[in-house]
């Protein structure tokens, strides 16, 4: 029996290993949706925005490594999937993206719901191409998948309604092979180079270990070269839980979100050790030491700044030969124990800022709390905003997964990856912690958690407030304008949605609200109500940003 494009087009995506597909049925790819609904191999999870489902997509990939895959109709379908695919391009997230299209002989006659796909998508997709004939289905869409799981990226097929819908001649047996862990995974580099970082690294007196995302899967190996040179271990905002944050050589992040005890080791180290990442903000990275950089993908290293050894392999075992070659350190030096009493204060400090009591609640409060009641093992997603700042800093990680749109930084990602990630490790709790203007933007797709009984959890960090705008505004010396939100009654729409929805008004309710939301066996949203005015202060301040902030204090009492 002869099988249509579509039917092929699904037999690709299972020989590449793919579970789930996020989107909504438009007219211009139901030819899809039939098979779909026929096939037991794959679920596809219907959601209520397609942004939304690519930000699943986009999850996917960040947590499992494996490819995301977004459905949208033609014309505003698509474009409505961009966001979150930029969010899968900028954090290196494979996912695949299949838009409808109207039918080949209406292509270029300006017909309804017609868009440009290709060159729509020309920016966002390094693979992009549109089907023009059913026997290319196999191929185009092995290809696809291929590219888009290998270079970490997103792959684009527009799908013209006849071409889905038409039959395929001779469909081939195989589809590719599937490799999600090929031989390039345990790659490092030669051992001249291994040597000559080894030398760097016995040399230096103040070494730093300094950690993005890449190098999420290579704890053990990162924390026995750490423990060997005695090294502090400061890591990126998506590379938090690297090491877990209760660790010895742990001193947090880096950046406006960051620590101070961070920001200390960069300025004092004489060499700092880059694993996995490309940092952007170069003002943070160290002025004099000795720079060398671990990276799978040579255009990454030294793509910032000037590295004096740039080391091209996977983090895991590029790591573990490094700590097979350096010399052991027996007890801290003086440089580490100055910077462990610093992370000890900071530590206090923050935990002190988590003991205010008033109302409305102190996020910080809520943030350290939540950091004690969740699973060890939970999946944690969290919005951009202050949300994202209180997180960085306060919430103590451990085991837990953590997914953050990074690079991209868009509102609205923290709830759909908590969807994402409830659904690829349905075993561990899936946890989001929200603003109310990230949660605003895509909380219809609360209804998406409530129609498959997905038992994540929303904190809401409600301050009524876009406020880290408004903190940006007043270091500029402006006073806060177009920040203010009119909110509804989060709780009361988790409960209208089929959810359900304590609201926090007071920190003594607090705690009991968690409690009882991470024990209840559906979604929940805990609407905290939070101090607007609890600023996100960056670890160091500057003499200019003190000056802007005074100066918008000032012309905000007196309405200047």
């Known amino acids: 029996m002869a099988k249509t494009a579509a039917a092929v087009l699904l037999d690709v995506l299972v020989a590449h290993g793919m579970e789930y597909l996020f989107g909504i049925p438009g007219d211009s790819i139901d030819p899809l949706m039939e098979p779909l609904r026929r096939d037991r191999r794959l679920t596809f999870v219907q959601g209520r925005h397609e942004e939304a489902g690519a930000f699943m997509a986009s999850a996917v990939g960040k947590k499992t490594g494996g490819l995301g895959v977004a459905v949208a109709t033609a014309g505003p379908g698509a474009i409505h999937l961009l966001n979150g695919l930029y969010d899968a391009k900028m954090d290196h997230a494979p996912v695949l993206a299949l838009t409808g299209q109207v039918s080949t002989d209406y292509l270029g006659t300006d017909y309804f719901q017609e868009v440009n796909l290709l060159q729509l ?270 997180m960085s800093r306060g919430f103590r990680i451990r085991d837990q997964g953590w997914l953050v749109s990074a690079w991209l930084g868009s509102m609205g990602f923290g709830m759909p990856a908590a969807i994402a990630a409830q659904l690829v490790d349905p075993h561990r709790q899936s946890v989001a912690v929200v603003g109310d203007g990230g949660f605003a933007m895509l909380m219809a797709d609360f209804v998406t958690a409530a129609k498959y009984r997905l038992p994540i959890k929303v904190v809401v960090l409600d301050n009524a407030r876009l406020a880290m705008i408004k903190f940006e505004q007043e270091v500029e010396g402006h006073p806060e304008f177009g920040t203010d939100l009119t909110n509804p009654d989060f709780a009361a729409y988790a409960e209208a949605a089929g959810g359900r929805g304590p609201r926090v008004k007071q920190p003594d309710q607090l705690e009991d609200a968690l409690r009882d939301a991470l024990k209840d066996p559906g979604p929940v949203v805990v609407d905290g109500l939070c101090d607007p005015n609890e600023r996100p202060l960056p670890p160091r301040i500057t003499l200019d940003q003190a000056k802007g902030y005074a100066t918008a204090l000032f012309r905000e009492t007196f309405g200047l």
């Not at 001779?170 to 031989?183: D, I, K, L």
């Not at 040399?203 to 060997?228: D, H, I, M, N, S």
């Not at 950046?255 to 101070?260: E, I, N, P, R, T």
């Not at 008033?358 to 939970?378: C, T, Y």
């Open 121 to 390: 998508f020309a920016d966002v997709a390094i693979y992009n191409h549109q089907i023009t004939d059913p026997n290319q289905m196999a191929i185009m869409a092995d290809n696809a998948c291929r590219i888009a799981l290998a270079r970490r990226g997103v792959s684009h097929l527009s799908l013209p309604f006849d071409a889905l819908r038409g039959s395929v001649d001779e469909p081939p047996h195989h589809y590719g092979v599937r490799a999600a862990q090929p031989a390039a995974a345990e790659s490092v580099p030669t051992d001249d180079v291994l040597d000559r970082a080894a030398q760097l690294i016995d040399q230096a007196e103040r070494p730093v270990l300094f950690c993005g995302r890449g190098a999420r899967a290579a704890r053990a190996a990162v924390l026995e070269l750490a423990e060997r040179i005695q090294a502090p271990v400061v890591n990126t905002l998506p590379g938090k839980g690297v090491v877990p944050d209760d660790h010895p050589l742990a001193l947090g992040g880096l950046g406006l979100l960051g620590a101070k005890p961070a920001h200390s080791a960069m300025e004092q180290c004489d060499l700092c050790l880059m694993v996995g990442t490309s940092y952007p903000y170069v003002q943070f990275l160290p002025k004099a030491a000795k720079l060398v950089q671990i990276d799978w993908e040579i255009s990454q290293v030294g793509k910032r700044v000037q590295v004096d050894l740039g080391l091209v392999g996977h983090a895991g075992p590029t790591v573990a030969a490094l700590s097979d070659r350096v010399s052991t350190r027996h007890g801290p030096s003086h440089f580490l124990r100055g910077l462990q009493h610093q992370r000890a204060e900071w530590l206090q400090w923050v935990e002190g800022l988590s003991r205010d009591d008033r109302a409305p609640i102190n996020p910080q409060r809520a943030v350290n709390m939540l950091s004690g009641l969740v699973d060890a093992d939970a999946n944690i997603a969290v919005d951009v905003g202050n949300a994202l700042v209180w």
